[in-house]
């Protein structure tokens, strides 16, 4: 065999695990490792508290809850702002304090129950998994956090 030949073979077989390479790289979701999963919070936390399904069942039960409660609090803190933002056609602005006040109520019930949703789940865990649960303390801001507001607001009903 020539060297020219085996050269070519080398490339061949290089651009074949490039594109080997590039395959993985774009096939799996942000590049993690082992397949794709199921994504958001309600996967992270059943991943890294380790959950038999018992737990997991529990856990579905809790969210259920939770995303009923807090959408009862947002759908309260719309109709509030909505108001709130009535007041500006008005030369003097009476209830403007008021309803500012109702807001950051709302806000701290908002709070009190993704709090309580959190202590419920730390009842959830065996004494085993509480260590994984006070790490994944240290995350839990960023994962419940809302998404970029992106684009013009919706037109007016």
Do not use: W
């Not at 759908?75 to 602005?93: C, H, I, P, S, V």
């Amino acid at each position: 065999m020539t060297k020219v030949k085996l050269l070519g073979i080398a490339v061949v077989v290089l651009v074949l695990l490039n594109i080997g390479t590039l395959a993985m790289l774009f096939t799996r979701p942000n590049g993690r490792q082992g397949p794709p999963r199921e994504e958001g919070p309600k996967a992270i936390i059943i991943e890294r508290l380790h959950f038999d399904a018992e737990q997991v069942k529990a856990y579905e039960e809790l969210i259920a809850k939770h995303q009923a409660a807090i959408r009862t609090s947002d759908e309260k803190m719309q109709a509030t702002r909505g108001e709130l933002y009535q007041e500006l056609k008005g030369l003097d602005d009476p209830a403007k304090d008021s309803l500012l006040d109702a807001l950051g109520n709302l806000q701290r019930t908002i709070e009190a129950t993704h709090f309580a949703h959190f202590e419920a789940l730390r009842a959830l865990c065996r004494p085993d998994q509480v260590a994984s649960f006070n790490a994944l303390v240290d995350d839990l801001a960023g994962y419940f956090s809302h998404p970029t507001i992106k684009g013009p607001p919706p037109p007016a009903k």
